[in-house]
Protein backbone atom coordinates (compact mmCIF):
# COMPACT_ATOMS: atom_id res chain seq x y z
CA UNK A 1 0.00 0.00 0.00
CA UNK A 2 2.70 2.48 0.94
CA UNK A 3 4.62 2.06 -2.64
CA UNK A 4 0.59 2.27 -3.97
CA UNK A 5 1.14 5.59 -2.46
CA UNK A 6 4.51 6.87 -3.18
CA UNK A 7 3.70 6.12 -6.91
CA UNK A 8 0.74 8.09 -6.49
CA UNK A 9 2.42 11.15 -4.71
CA UNK A 10 5.08 11.22 -8.06
CA UNK A 11 3.02 10.36 -10.75
CA UNK A 12 3.71 13.19 -13.18
CA UNK A 13 1.74 12.57 -16.64
CA UNK A 14 4.16 12.04 -19.25
CA UNK A 15 3.99 15.57 -20.99
CA UNK A 16 2.23 15.89 -24.68
CA UNK A 17 3.50 17.66 -27.98
CA UNK A 18 2.99 21.28 -26.85
CA UNK A 19 5.11 20.36 -23.36
CA UNK A 20 8.72 20.00 -22.73
CA UNK A 21 10.55 17.86 -19.28
CA UNK A 22 13.71 19.25 -18.55
CA UNK A 23 16.39 18.23 -16.54
CA UNK A 24 15.18 21.08 -13.56
CA UNK A 25 12.27 19.38 -13.88
CA UNK A 26 14.03 16.41 -12.87
CA UNK A 27 15.40 17.45 -9.84
CA UNK A 28 12.69 19.12 -8.37
CA UNK A 29 10.81 15.37 -8.60
CA UNK A 30 13.68 13.65 -7.47
CA UNK A 31 12.62 13.48 -2.95
CA UNK A 32 10.11 11.63 -3.97
CA UNK A 33 11.38 9.57 -6.62
CA UNK A 34 13.99 8.73 -3.71
CA UNK A 35 11.84 7.67 -1.49
CA UNK A 36 10.32 5.29 -4.09
CA UNK A 37 13.47 4.00 -5.64
CA UNK A 38 14.45 3.29 -2.09
CA UNK A 39 11.33 0.96 -1.16
CA UNK A 40 11.51 -0.99 -5.06
CA UNK A 41 15.77 -0.90 -5.44
CA UNK A 42 15.83 -4.63 -4.49
CA UNK A 43 13.55 -5.33 -7.34
CA UNK A 44 15.91 -3.87 -10.43
CA UNK A 45 18.58 -4.66 -8.08
CA UNK A 46 18.17 -8.46 -8.34
CA UNK A 47 16.98 -7.98 -12.15
CA UNK A 48 20.21 -6.49 -13.23
CA UNK A 49 22.56 -8.35 -11.26
CA UNK A 50 21.16 -11.54 -12.84
CA UNK A 51 21.57 -9.82 -16.02
CA UNK A 52 25.30 -8.48 -15.21
CA UNK A 53 26.27 -12.69 -14.24
CA UNK A 54 25.22 -13.27 -18.29
CA UNK A 55 26.96 -10.64 -19.80
CA UNK A 56 30.35 -10.90 -17.84
CA UNK A 57 31.41 -13.49 -20.41
CA UNK A 58 30.85 -10.70 -23.24
CA UNK A 59 32.56 -7.80 -22.02
CA UNK A 60 35.30 -6.72 -24.15
CA UNK A 61 33.62 -7.95 -27.23
CA UNK A 62 34.68 -5.83 -30.11
CA UNK A 63 31.25 -6.73 -32.42
CA UNK A 64 27.34 -6.20 -31.17
CA UNK A 65 24.77 -8.82 -31.22
CA UNK A 66 20.84 -8.43 -30.40
CA UNK A 67 18.82 -10.70 -28.95
CA UNK A 68 19.35 -10.04 -25.31
CA UNK A 69 17.45 -8.36 -22.82
CA UNK A 70 16.77 -4.43 -21.85
CA UNK A 71 18.60 -5.11 -18.76
CA UNK A 72 21.49 -7.01 -20.43
CA UNK A 73 21.83 -4.13 -23.41
CA UNK A 74 21.68 -1.12 -20.52
CA UNK A 75 25.11 -3.18 -18.71
CA UNK A 76 26.55 -4.43 -21.51
CA UNK A 77 26.26 -1.65 -24.50
CA UNK A 78 29.39 1.21 -23.49
CA UNK A 79 28.06 4.66 -24.41
CA UNK A 80 30.64 7.50 -25.88
CA UNK A 81 30.65 10.43 -23.39
CA UNK A 82 31.45 13.49 -24.82
CA UNK A 83 31.11 17.50 -23.62
CA UNK A 84 29.41 20.11 -24.45
CA UNK A 85 31.18 20.47 -27.46
CA UNK A 86 31.42 17.03 -28.58
CA UNK A 87 35.00 16.20 -27.66
CA UNK A 88 35.15 12.26 -26.53
CA UNK A 89 35.90 12.34 -22.87
CA UNK A 90 35.59 8.43 -22.11
CA UNK A 91 32.89 5.78 -22.21
CA UNK A 92 30.28 4.27 -19.83
CA UNK A 93 27.54 1.73 -19.95
CA UNK A 94 24.03 2.54 -21.05
CA UNK A 95 22.65 2.05 -17.50
CA UNK A 96 25.14 4.61 -16.39
CA UNK A 97 24.49 6.94 -18.88
CA UNK A 98 21.26 7.26 -18.61
CA UNK A 99 20.03 7.10 -14.65
CA UNK A 100 19.55 10.25 -12.99
CA UNK A 101 20.57 10.27 -9.84
CA UNK A 102 21.51 12.83 -6.89
CA UNK A 103 25.36 13.03 -7.80
CA UNK A 104 24.68 13.24 -11.51
CA UNK A 105 20.72 14.48 -11.91
CA UNK A 106 21.63 15.12 -15.76
CA UNK A 107 22.61 11.44 -16.45
CA UNK A 108 25.97 11.72 -18.31
CA UNK A 109 26.34 13.36 -21.72
CA UNK A 110 26.79 11.11 -24.74
CA UNK A 111 26.40 10.32 -28.25
CA UNK A 112 22.98 9.49 -29.99
CA UNK A 113 21.71 9.59 -33.55
CA UNK A 114 18.44 10.18 -34.92
CA UNK A 115 17.46 8.29 -38.29
CA UNK A 116 14.50 9.76 -40.67
CA UNK A 117 14.05 7.56 -42.82
CA UNK A 118 11.36 8.76 -45.74
CA UNK A 119 10.21 6.50 -48.46
CA UNK A 120 9.70 7.18 -52.11
CA UNK A 121 6.73 8.90 -51.74
CA UNK A 122 8.50 11.63 -48.87
CA UNK A 123 6.94 9.85 -46.20
CA UNK A 124 8.56 9.65 -42.89
CA UNK A 125 8.56 6.79 -41.00
CA UNK A 126 7.55 7.09 -37.22
CA UNK A 127 7.90 4.24 -34.27
CA UNK A 128 6.16 3.59 -31.13
CA UNK A 129 8.66 2.38 -28.90
CA UNK A 130 7.98 -0.56 -27.04
CA UNK A 131 5.85 -0.74 -23.45
CA UNK A 132 9.12 -2.55 -22.39
CA UNK A 133 11.80 -0.65 -22.78
CA UNK A 134 12.92 1.36 -20.00
CA UNK A 135 13.69 4.64 -20.85
CA UNK A 136 10.39 6.06 -22.56
CA UNK A 137 8.32 3.32 -23.30
CA UNK A 138 5.25 3.72 -24.87
CA UNK A 139 6.35 7.14 -26.78
CA UNK A 140 6.17 7.88 -30.67
CA UNK A 141 9.48 9.14 -32.31
CA UNK A 142 11.14 9.21 -35.39
CA UNK A 143 12.23 5.98 -37.57
CA UNK A 144 15.57 4.92 -34.80
CA UNK A 145 16.86 6.85 -31.82
CA UNK A 146 19.84 5.21 -30.21
CA UNK A 147 23.73 5.42 -29.82
CA UNK A 148 26.67 4.38 -31.17
CA UNK A 149 28.80 2.22 -28.86
CA UNK A 150 32.45 2.24 -27.77
CA UNK A 151 34.64 -0.90 -28.76
CA UNK A 152 32.55 -2.23 -31.75
CA UNK A 153 33.78 -3.57 -35.35
CA UNK A 154 32.77 -1.43 -37.66
CA UNK A 155 34.07 1.26 -34.93
CA UNK A 156 31.32 3.66 -34.04
CA UNK A 157 33.56 6.05 -32.24
CA UNK A 158 33.53 9.10 -34.80
CA UNK A 159 36.04 11.83 -34.66
CA UNK A 160 36.12 15.58 -34.61
CA UNK A 161 37.64 15.66 -37.73
CA UNK A 162 34.90 13.10 -39.56
CA UNK A 163 32.49 15.50 -38.07
CA UNK A 164 34.28 18.23 -40.09
CA UNK A 165 34.12 17.04 -43.45
CA UNK A 166 30.32 15.29 -42.33
CA UNK A 167 30.95 11.85 -43.18
CA UNK A 168 30.39 10.21 -39.54
CA UNK A 169 31.01 6.61 -40.50
CA UNK A 170 30.66 5.66 -36.94
CA UNK A 171 26.49 7.13 -36.61
CA UNK A 172 26.33 5.41 -40.07
CA UNK A 173 27.21 2.48 -38.63
CA UNK A 174 25.06 2.27 -35.70
CA UNK A 175 21.83 3.65 -37.16
CA UNK A 176 22.62 0.63 -40.35
CA UNK A 177 23.17 -2.23 -37.00
CA UNK A 178 20.31 -0.74 -34.86
CA UNK A 179 17.73 -0.07 -38.19
CA UNK A 180 17.93 -3.80 -38.69
CA UNK A 181 17.81 -4.61 -34.64
CA UNK A 182 14.85 -2.54 -34.03
CA UNK A 183 12.97 -2.60 -37.23
CA UNK A 184 14.55 -5.63 -39.40
CA UNK A 185 15.81 -3.68 -42.14
CA UNK A 186 18.24 -5.80 -43.83
CA UNK A 187 21.75 -4.07 -44.05
CA UNK A 188 21.86 -4.01 -47.55
CA UNK A 189 19.14 -2.33 -48.27
CA UNK A 190 20.54 0.73 -46.29
CA UNK A 191 24.11 1.80 -47.59
CA UNK A 192 25.81 4.33 -45.69
CA UNK A 193 26.48 6.32 -48.77
CA UNK A 194 22.50 6.59 -48.57
CA UNK A 195 22.72 8.58 -45.31
CA UNK A 196 22.99 12.61 -44.93
CA UNK A 197 24.04 14.03 -41.95
CA UNK A 198 22.79 17.81 -41.02
CA UNK A 199 23.60 18.54 -37.76
CA UNK A 200 24.43 17.78 -34.09
CA UNK A 201 21.44 18.24 -31.39
CA UNK A 202 22.81 18.99 -27.57
CA UNK A 203 19.34 18.49 -24.93
CA UNK A 204 18.36 17.26 -21.42
CA UNK A 205 15.07 16.04 -20.54
CA UNK A 206 14.03 13.63 -17.76
CA UNK A 207 11.87 10.60 -18.57
CA UNK A 208 9.25 11.69 -15.45
CA UNK A 209 7.07 8.39 -15.38
CA UNK A 210 9.36 5.27 -15.68
CA UNK A 211 8.03 2.18 -16.77
CA UNK A 212 6.42 0.58 -13.59
CA UNK A 213 8.72 -2.00 -12.27
CA UNK A 214 11.87 0.28 -12.59
CA UNK A 215 12.63 2.33 -9.29
CA UNK A 216 14.74 4.74 -10.76
CA UNK A 217 14.85 8.20 -12.51
CA UNK A 218 15.81 8.00 -16.37
CA UNK A 219 16.28 10.30 -18.54
CA UNK A 220 18.47 11.22 -21.96
CA UNK A 221 21.37 13.68 -21.81
CA UNK A 222 22.49 13.28 -25.45
CA UNK A 223 24.79 14.88 -28.03
CA UNK A 224 22.26 13.77 -31.01
CA UNK A 225 23.77 13.17 -34.76
CA UNK A 226 20.57 14.18 -37.32
CA UNK A 227 20.64 11.20 -40.11
CA UNK A 228 18.38 11.68 -42.98
CA UNK A 229 18.05 8.94 -45.91
CA UNK A 230 15.68 8.13 -48.61
CA UNK A 231 15.35 4.34 -49.03
CA UNK A 232 12.57 1.37 -49.58
CA UNK A 233 12.83 -0.70 -47.18
CA UNK A 234 10.97 -4.29 -45.59
CA UNK A 235 10.27 -4.01 -42.45
CA UNK A 236 10.35 -6.58 -39.64
CA UNK A 237 9.72 -4.59 -36.18
CA UNK A 238 11.51 -6.40 -32.91
CA UNK A 239 8.37 -6.68 -30.74
CA UNK A 240 10.80 -6.08 -27.73
CA UNK A 241 11.75 -2.45 -29.23
CA UNK A 242 8.79 -1.65 -31.24
CA UNK A 243 4.92 -1.22 -30.85
CA UNK A 244 4.01 0.17 -33.86
CA UNK A 245 5.22 1.76 -37.21
CA UNK A 246 3.71 4.16 -39.16
CA UNK A 247 4.59 5.81 -42.43
CA UNK A 248 3.31 9.70 -42.16
CA UNK A 249 2.94 12.79 -44.61
CA UNK A 250 3.77 15.86 -42.80
CA UNK A 251 0.10 16.97 -42.95
CA UNK A 252 -0.63 13.32 -41.27
CA UNK A 253 2.34 14.17 -38.40
CA UNK A 254 0.71 17.53 -37.72
CA UNK A 255 -2.67 16.00 -37.15
CA UNK A 256 -0.60 13.33 -35.03
CA UNK A 257 0.99 15.66 -32.58
CA UNK A 258 -1.98 17.51 -31.64
CA UNK A 259 -2.16 17.67 -27.83
CA UNK A 260 -5.83 16.96 -28.07
CA UNK A 261 -4.77 13.47 -29.72
CA UNK A 262 -3.69 12.25 -26.58
CA UNK A 263 0.11 10.63 -28.05
CA UNK A 264 2.76 10.50 -26.22
CA UNK A 265 6.20 12.11 -28.43
CA UNK A 266 9.85 11.44 -27.43
CA UNK A 267 11.52 14.73 -25.91
CA UNK A 268 14.00 14.60 -28.81
CA UNK A 269 11.38 14.22 -31.79
CA UNK A 270 9.78 17.26 -30.06
CA UNK A 271 12.52 19.33 -30.89
CA UNK A 272 13.63 18.63 -33.49
CA UNK A 273 9.92 18.78 -35.12
CA UNK A 274 9.44 21.68 -33.41
CA UNK A 275 12.88 23.79 -34.48
CA UNK A 276 14.05 21.45 -37.49
CA UNK A 277 11.56 19.12 -39.00
CA UNK A 278 9.48 21.08 -41.09
CA UNK A 279 11.89 23.08 -43.25
CA UNK A 280 13.47 20.40 -44.01
CA UNK A 281 11.00 18.13 -44.68
CA UNK A 282 10.00 20.79 -47.02
CA UNK A 283 13.05 20.62 -48.83
CA UNK A 284 13.48 17.07 -48.67
CA UNK A 285 15.58 16.85 -52.24
CA UNK A 286 17.67 19.18 -51.39
CA UNK A 287 18.17 18.16 -47.69
CA UNK A 288 19.28 14.55 -48.93
CA UNK A 289 21.36 15.66 -52.51
CA UNK A 290 22.62 18.80 -51.41
CA UNK A 291 24.76 20.57 -48.66
CA UNK A 292 22.08 23.07 -48.55
CA UNK A 293 20.53 22.01 -45.33
CA UNK A 294 24.00 20.42 -43.70
CA UNK A 295 25.54 22.44 -40.49
CA UNK A 296 28.02 19.97 -39.60
CA UNK A 297 29.85 23.11 -37.34
CA UNK A 298 27.04 23.51 -35.19
CA UNK A 299 26.08 22.25 -32.10
CA UNK A 300 23.06 23.36 -30.80
CA UNK A 301 22.15 23.48 -27.07
CA UNK A 302 18.74 23.10 -26.78
CA UNK A 303 17.26 22.94 -22.76
CA UNK A 304 20.91 22.02 -20.54
CA UNK A 305 21.47 20.25 -17.72
Known amino acids: ?177 KLEHELGIPAHQLPASAFRFLTRLHYCAADVQPAATQSALWGEHEMDYILFIRANVTLAPNPDEVDEVRYVTQEELRQMMQPDNGLQWSPWFRIIAARFLERWWADLDAALNTDKHEDWGTVHHINEA
Open 1 to 177: MLRSLLRGLTHIPRVNSAQQPSCAHARLQFKLRSMQMTLMQPSISANLSRAEDRTDHMRGASTWAGGQSQDELMLKDECILVDVEDNITGHASKLECHKFLPHQPAGLLHRAFSVFLFDDQGRLLLQQRARSKITFPSVWTNTCCSHPLHGQTPDEVDQLSQVADGTVPGAKAAAIR
